[in-house]
DNA sequence: AAGTCGTGGTG
DNA sequence: TCACCAAGACT
């Protein structure tokens, strides 16, 4: 339950988000919400996996791309996996995308294609944990819930003035987010403190001399709001080394490899190739006289750096090897993967 | 319950 | 250049 003491912050954030409000194509205006414009549901779920641990700016062409070759629940539901796979390439984290249409279908086939309006009921579909579950029933279905972000526990953090290190400090930081947490306008309070920490109160250098909520901010007042929250360090990433075969059939289509559900890029098309490792073994696909391209490819995932050697050969005319298969030329487009391997495309399309 | 899982922007 | 960071979930 909200404290008293913290009322005059969520009316202080509401009014900044009434003028302050950016334009989102999965966001109903706080005037459009007054004047009785409801929130789609499956826009706001689908906006939310997408912004899972990415930036508003990447998003936005996605979710287009997604509402317009998929308008409703029941169109994603019925799409190919491939389709997905490739329309979500680029995007990261992939098993948002094999979780959505899993999520997709379940909506469709065991609610009738609309989604639970708790909670507790959001919380049993794949991809959607306690921040979105939270997201999505303040959003699109006005609950008073709290969503614990980065934003929010770093706003939570600074107007706080809490030093204990994340993610240990992450338990008090949402009893204060709870706190904060109207009753009434539950959904565009918690947009409010979203914007606020990409905006205003932003990791680095926070403009705290146009913050709504500077009057009463500890960390301001304490000069520390800037250094928080704390953050246990992270272990240094280790460089992997690899190959990539990239191989035409006489036809000009690709012999590829459709990636297995679990583990990195599960479910992306890709290079066959070898092993990422300290020291790699050469897998090439098939017998022959791999010319080195002389150029690598170099990349770094949440944990590891990729330093990735691409090899070319001509494919003589055999059957595609156990675990691989041919995508036509005219089915290719370099748009389907994953961006290592798109990195490694455009690599041989330019030696 | 730490580790795994992408990518592009930023300072 | 490079570490850090983003509207986290899953195992």
Redesign the pocket.
Known sequence: MQKNEHKVVSTALLAWYDVHA?E?P??VSPSDRQAGVVPDPYRVWL???M????????VKDYFHRFTSRWPTVQDLAAARDEDVMGEW????????AR?LLK?ARQVTQAHGGIFPDTHDGL?T???????????IAS?AFDRSET?L??????VMARFHDIHDPL?GSKPRLRDLAEEHTPLARPGDHA?AV??L??TVC????PACGICPLMPDCQGRLAGTAAELPK?T?????PTRYGYAYVARDAGGGWLMERRPD?????G?LGWPGSDWSEKPSPNPPFEADWHDIGAEVR???????LHLRVLTAPMPDIAAPAGLHIVAKHDFRPSD???????AYDLWRDH
């Open positions: 950016r989102l999965w966001r906006s939310e996996i912004l899972q641990q990415t930036t508003v700016a990447a390439a680029g995007l990261g984290y992939y098993a948002r979780n999520c919380l579909l794949p991809g959607v944990g306690p921040y979105t579950a939270a997201a959003i969503v972000d980065g934003n929010v526990e770093r993610p947009q979203m914007d920490g990409a932003t990791p680095k250098s953050k360090p992270k272990k240094p990433k679990k583990g990195l890029l599960g992306m990349h770094t995932f949440t944990h590891f750096h993967l994953p961006t290592v391997m798109r990195k």
